[in-house]
Each structure stands twice: as structure tokens, then as C-alpha cells.
């Protein structure tokens, strides 16, 4: 085997869950072969360092070996090394902050709930 489709070979080392989802992160200009953006056709050879950027992370593998079909996930190593720095790895795992703010009762509209309430609470004060 002399060369093979890089999309094809991200997919076969496990980087990415689906062939599809590998070529259309080579189109979005989420994968690189040392500085230079990949399309899904390029070929790849062994020696060679890529980088894909996935989520938060930016992984970074270097071809050892060509295969050109899924592998089990222990045989990977086989075929690819892992050279992912460590603050890379972290950013996994940091803490999401989210941008929903908690409202005080009575700040702000009211629920459907107050709401009701309040229609009931002005439906007794005019029967009196």
C-alpha cells in the first residue's frame, strides 16, 4: 500500500467516528499535515504529523504505518502514535461554564404558574 485517502486513514484510526465525519473536518479546514490545510483526497504517507482539531482540542498524530481499514481500538498504536501535549488532553476535562442565569422570584415576567395566580387572586378581588 503506497498511499491512502487521509480521510479515510482518520477514520480508520478511530479519530473520527465516521468516514463523513472525517471529510467534511478536512473540508472545514479542521485538519492539517504540518502547516498546510488537508482535503479529504490528499494522500497520506508514514513519517508524516497531523493535526486535527476536534471540539476544544487539537490532537496531534504521526503516521507510522498506512491501513486502509478500521482497526480495533489496542491496535491502533500499531499504526499511529499519539502526540497530543498533555494541556491539550486537559482542556477536555476543564469545567463548561454556561451562560443561564438563575432568576430571583418576583425579578423579571412571571411564570405561567405566578401568572395563574395572579389571574385567580384578581378574579376573587372582583366578585367582591
Known sequence: ?????IDKYLWAIRAFKTRTDATEACKGGKVKVGTVNAKPSRAVAPGEVITVRKGVATY??????LVDHRLGAKLVPDYVENLTPQEELDKLHAPV???????????????KKERRAMEQMWDLLDVE
Request: hydrophobic share 30%; glycine share 8%; aromatic share 12%.
Open 97 to 111: 461554564e454556561t451562560f443561564f442565569v438563575t432568576r430571583d422570584r418576583g425579578a423579571g415576567r412571571p411564570t
Open 60 to 65: 496531534t498524530y504521526k503516521v507510522l504505518q
Open 1 to 5: 500500500m503506497e498511499e491512502i485517502r
